[in-house]
Structure formats: C-alpha cells, structure tokens
C-alpha cells in the first residue's frame, strides 16, 4: 500500500524567511510525485510534478526536489500571499489510485 | 472558463435524506475521480471513470453511486446520508489516468448532515 508522510503538519515563517516542507513516501514503483497548494474554501491546484529521483523544478519562489524515498519543497523568502496548505501526492505504477498526504499548513507573516 | 466546476458549492440536509453533487469538466479528459476531504484536510479517492466506465471504486459504502451520463460530467448520488458523510466533496479530472499527468480540481461541495 503507497503512503505519504508530510511534515511539520503547520510551520509559521517570517516574510523572507525560507524554509523547507517535506513529503516521505512508500510506493511500489513510483509514477509520479505530485505537489499541489489548497487555498482555505478552494480545490487543491497543481504545483509540480516529479517523475524521477534527481528530478527539480522551480517555479518563482518555490522549488522542488526528488530523491528515491522523499520529496522536499523549498520556499525562498516567502511572502504573505504563499500562505496555503501544501498538499503532497503519489501515484504507483501498481495502481491507478493517487495516495494524498495530509498536507502541512503554511503561515507567512508579514 | 472555468476547467472543472462542481454544483452546489454549500449543501445543508438532514440525516437520513439523499442528495446528489453535480461535475462538469470542459477540458475532454478521460478520467474523472470523486474525493473525500474530512475536516483535517485528509484527501481520499473515492471512485474513478474512464470514458463512462468505472474503474476504482475504493471501500466506499455503497450508499455512495457515481453516476455519468457523458465524458464531461461525473455526479455523486447519496443516499441515507449519516453525520459522518459531512465533508469537502472535491471532483478532479485528468487526461489519461495514468499517474503521470495533473489532476485538475473542481472547487469542492460542502456537505454537511444534521
């Protein structure tokens, strides 16, 4: 069965001050890692997608990376409005069921 | 344009009543999925389509039925609804199924049952 840890569960951050969101997984034969960010009353929106380990992909304050066992988000002098839940997904070339972590809830103060 | 839109956004009912959530996708996606958020954010599959036909249907009670009449719709019919079926209904769809591709989610139904 796959499985997703994500951590902290919430993290409260200065503006610029950067830090890291982890997602652990277990998957037989990974397809894809997926990283999504869910504003409070709205779906999840895609983030990015990692196919393989050594896998990076940026996009403006954000980056993330890919090892065989865990997937971080790096956030580099966030701002106010990157506050969200960040939710960390997984689908294994066993099954056609994405695996959903329970997501870390991020607060940047101004 | 909205990619996926869901109906209705708020849905308050009693216990023991039936209720259906409407999804429409205008993106000509093959797979639509029905997931679960409870109240700590925890997102759970709960059925998949592939062109019409259903092909993950997880341990979900069978008070839940998926219902599609075409590509572009997936409904969520509930019947006898219980307390703990209160939750974020979110409907997403994707292009091929195959684990590789993104999933584009609707803005999710707020059920909840008295």
């Known amino acids: 069965e796959d499985q997703v840890t994500q951590s902290p569960e919430a993290l409260r951050l200065q503006e610029g001050e950067s830090s890291s969101l982890n997602c652990s997984y277990t998957?037989?034969?990974?397809?894809?890692l997926f990283w999504y960010r869910q504003d409070p009353g709205k779906g999840p929106e895609f983030l990015f997608t990692?196919?393989?380990a050594g896998e990076e992909k940026e996009k403006e304050r954000l980056k993330a990376t890919l090892t065989k066992k865990e997937s971080f988000l790096h956030i580099t002098a966030p701002k106010p409005e990157d506050s969200a839940t960040y939710l960390c997904?997984?689908?294994?070339?066993?099954?056609?069921?994405?695996?959903f972590g329970r997501g870390t809830s991020l607060i940047v103060h101004p | 344009d909205t990619a996926v839109s869901q109906t209705p956004k708020y849905l308050v009912t009693q216990m023991g009543n039936d209720k259906s959530i409407k999804c429409e996708q205008n993106?000509?996606?093959?797979?639509m999925y029905w997931y679960k958020q409870d109240s700590k954010k925890f997102l759970k599959i709960m059925f998949s389509?592939?062109?019409?036909?259903?092909?993950i249907n997880e341990t979900v009670p069978n008070r839940f039925s998926p219902k599609s009449p075409d590509k572009a719709h997936l409904n969520l019919h509930i019947n006898s609804l219980e307390l703990g079926d209160s939750a974020v209904y979110f409907c997403?769809?994707?292009?091929?199924?195959?684990?590789?591709?993104?999933?584009?989610f609707g803005p999710g139904t707020r059920l909840l049952v008295l």
């Open positions: 997904a997984v689908q294994s070339g066993g099954s056609y069921i994405p695996t």
């Open positions: 998957v037989s034969g990974l397809r894809g």
């Open positions: 990692l196919y393989s």
């Open positions: 993106l000509g996606h093959d797979t």
């Open positions: 389509y592939n062109n019409k036909e259903l092909i």
């Open positions: 997403a769809s994707v292009s091929d199924g195959t684990g590789r591709e993104t999933q584009y």
